[in-house]
């Protein structure tokens, strides 16, 4: 199988296989690497023999077969820079562009031997016998990394004319000179028919490899897109980054954001489930835009609640502002959502947000057969009560002192306008708590 254009990216998004597609995308990818790195190679060996060669004629070679190969070395070499700039683009690699270059480094070889037939050195005794003429072998054997049976094929069905071809020149222009007959063209043949197969094997087994790899890596992608729509990604990374749940965490100073929807409980009682579902859903997806635009994580959904941390897996010096301008912005998104609901004529929701910031421990809490990622500790606890306390004062949005302190300190940016609410009291609190809310004035 020859390698397949790269797909565009629309292909991972249409109805086909995608499976098909990311498999042709890495042999493909393969296939283009290693096309590369023969360019390369072959670009540095002709170079060698431009430069060496000339140096040979100080050993008494005749110079007329010193012109003679120079000038294909030279003009190989160009070909070869030419071939290697084509390889080195993007998107360069198509199905035909292996055996276009297994062809150019038979031609190479050809050349080469009409060269030597042509201006023939003193001790000439035919074309088969000359030691640079095993280069068409060579030629032959190194189309396998182009992971395409067409270019090992193609390059040997090319080779075995090329031998026939100049054995036939080289008897009508050196009668004299050759002694090679139909013995050596055969051992010749039966090389050629060896390298071939040698290239077809290489192929199908650097083919088989691609394709084993590529597969390996689309489950690996398949687990972490299925556990990323249950955990968020940056949680996926890291229990994928590891062979075994190890239970347990550390302690980290984070902020957290709580949200939770107002009269949303009772509406349940009486309104239909698939609608319910459908417009918690899409509170969901506006509110979890905005915590992952802030670079917060979505320890979990708490029936129409939602719970963000920011700092934990990854911890950031403006976590505490991050939350800040997250519970801003999820003011912002709830007029917005509001707006789309009531041109469907459906009634506005109202959610009250609480943020705190204080030391949890961050880690897997469970059982090795089933745990999960979060937070737990009294930041938790506060954040969760300060969420409640928004009803008490009629507020969409109550931030505590702590995480004012830490954002503030933070030197963070663009923090919005607040203004102080007071000391209030929260279930589980000895002493009070100040705190802020947005300042909408």
Known sequence: MDPPRPAPPTALTSG??????????????????????????????????????????????????????????VVALLVSLFMLWMVRRPRAMSPLFGLVSVLVDVSFAALLGVAVILVPP???????????????????????IRLSRRSAVGGGVAAMATLVGVHLLDRAVNPSLSVDGPVHVLIGAILVAAATAIAVVAAQRSQAVAIAVARQTLLFERARHTLGAYVSSEVAEHAMASDVVRLGGTRQRVAIVFTDLRGFTSKSESADPEALVRELNEYFEHMVQVIRAEGGVVDKYIGDSIMAVFGAPTARDDDAARAIRAAAGLQAALIALN???????????????????????AGNIGTAERAQYTVIGDAVNVAARLESATKDHQLGVLISSDAIVAAVSSNALLLPALRSVGEIRVKGRAAAIAVSTLDEG
């Open 16 to 73: 086909g296989s995608r499976a098909a597609v990311v498999v042709q995308q890495v042999v493909a990818d393969v296939a283009l690497d290693g096309e590369r790195s023969h360019s390369l190679v072959r670009a540095g060996i002709f170079a060698a023999v431009a430069l060496v060669w000339p140096l040979i004629s100080l050993l008494d070679v005749d110079r007329g077969a010193l012109v003679s190969v120079e000038i294909v070395a």
């Open 122 to 144: 003193s001790d000439f005794i035919g074309i088969m016998h000359v030691t640079g003429f095993p280069m068409l072998y060579i030629a032959v054997a190194g189309a396998g």
């Open 339 to 361: 707006g789309e609901r009531g041109r469907r004529g459906l009634q506005p929701l109202a959610h009250g947000v609480g943020v705190h910031v204080g030391d949890v421990i």
